[in-house]
């Protein structure tokens, strides 16, 4: 019998499904285009009550399957308990926007942008690949000026959306910002922070060895096997009450403990997001504080943020730290624009230089294989660096998500989508070119 998912871990493909994977395509009926499937469109969650058929409740095997997950993308809060990550009380610092007419003329350039996808001969328009793309939210910001906005289905300006394992970057990025500080030692190995971890897997393993992914730690996310190991860790990490037969870990660290090992640390880089909860225990333990508190201290409050964020928490309270972590679209072109100018913003210095100088700089190419659509890429501080000639790195998340930072064209591009499957190998033959395309695009008018 396929087990049901038991929390966002396996209702948003588990968020963790692998990014950038791109295994044949299998043959399947088309699913709705991007304009068929529109939440407003489909009529999800409209009317006091709505109507039976298009109520979206749990459980989350429903909730988040396609079409209704372009709904439940933005409404998250309505499923699942989270955490605040707060913006605190200060106003925000506005973005920077031209003139009304300037902004308009600017959308509709970008918009006629061409480029050819990967593995076609047919050109494609900047505005046809949103659609092609199933987005919800494009942002671009260029010189730190807004140039392009746009919202689609659930989104709007003062919404916020699910990013998916774009929250492995917010971890590590605060890891990164303690290593460099001096607070956290990379160097130590989990059991030296974490006595607890016992006899599992990332007992031996390095602090830099988790924050990199290149753990040797048996975890399977093949969401066709029901004995995988994603569906252990969803039911040990469901914030529902575990039925009375129920006798595995509960939550996500009592599944950490029990972690076994395959192959040896530091060989490989292997994507799995067990290291990124594994990452917010570390951070949290050293710094005495939530992965929810850092973000909030460090980056949230220091940003200039419109919105709070949130993030989903597991039946004990802890939060989600590979990728449960909900935010408006602004608010992740700010943090995209604060990883462009290497840690500054707003005339305020938020962390070294460093910290980005390391991300930018990547991992060990040769540990990194199995991403066609980035063949000379790699991974670091749950950062992906693309190694392209515009030295190019991301955060990136299942169904779309992704803030991409290009140094050399000066640009921050922030996309939230729902696309209907999760790996972003299927969106990459489109996005990655059409994203290159607006970057020289830009580059050309300066």
Excluded at 393 to 398: E, P, Q, T
Aim: with cysteine; hydrophobic share 40%.
């Amino acid at each position: 019998m396929s087990p049901s998912p038991t929390n966002l871990i396996a209702a948003a493909a588990c968020v963790a499904m692998a990014l950038s994977i791109s295994p044949e395509a299998k043959a399947q009926s088309a699913p709705l285009s991007a304009q068929e499937s529109d939440p407003n469109v489909m009529g999800w969650m409209q009317g006091f009550p709505p109507p039976a058929d298009k109520m979206i409740t749990q459980p989350d095997s429903v909730y988040f399957s396609f079409p209704k997950l372009r709904w439940s993308v933005c409404h998250l809060r309505e499923f699942l308990p989270t955490e605040e990550i707060s913006r605190g009380l200060g106003a925000p610092v506005p973005l920077s926007y031209p003139s009304p007419s300037d902004f308009a003329d600017m959308r509709a350039a970008i918009d006629a942008v061409t480029f050819t996808p990967q593995n076609s001969d047919k050109e494609m328009t900047w505005e046809a690949s949103l659609h092609a793309n199933y987005t919800d939210g494009m942002l671009i910001l260029h010189r730190g000026e807004v140039v392009y906005e746009r919202y689609f289905g659930c989104l709007e300006e003062d919404g916020k959306h699910a990013i998916m394992s774009m929250t492995k970057s917010v971890t590590g990025l605060l890891a990164e910002i303690m290593v460099v500080e001096g607070m956290l030692d990379d160097t130590k190995l989990v059991r030296e922070i974490i006595p607890e971890i016992g006899d599992s897997a990332f007992a031996a393993a390095t602090v830099r060895q988790v924050m990199d992914m290149t753990t040797g730690v048996k975890y399977s996310e093949d969401y066709s096997d029901p004995d995988a190991d994603i569906w252990l860790y969803s039911r040990a990490a469901s914030p529902l009450p575990k039925p009375d037969d129920y006798v595995g870990p509960d939550g996500y660290w009592e599944y950490l403990q029990q972690v076994e090992p395959e192959g040896n640390h530091g060989d490989a880089f292997h994507y799995k997001t067990i290291n990124s909860d594994m990452l917010g225990w570390i951070i949290s333990r050293v710094s005495g504080k939530a992965v929810t508190e850092l973000a909030s201290e460090r980056l949230w409050r220091r940003l200039g943020t419109e919105q709070d964020a949130y993030q989903t928490v597991d039946g004990k309270g802890v939060p989600f730290a590979g990728g449960g972590i909900t935010a408006g679209l602004r608010d992740l072109g700010r943090l995209g624009q604060l990883m462009l100018n290497e840690g500054a913003l707003n005339g305020e210095r938020l962390f070294p230089a460093e910290v980005v100088e390391k991300i930018r700089s990547g991992g060990d190419p040769s540990k990194f294989s199995g991403f066609p659509t980035i063949p000379d890429g790699s991974y670091t501080s749950q950062w992906w660096v693309l190694h392209n000639d515009h030295g190019a790195f991301a955060a990136r998340g299942v169904h779309g998500q992704t803030i991409y930072v290009d140094p050399t064209a000066q640009m921050v591009l922030v996309r939230l989508a729902s696309y209907p499957r999760a790996q972003n190998g299927f969106i990459d033959p489109t996005s990655l070119p059409a994203y290159q395309a607006v970057a020289e695009f830009l580059m050309s008018r300066t």
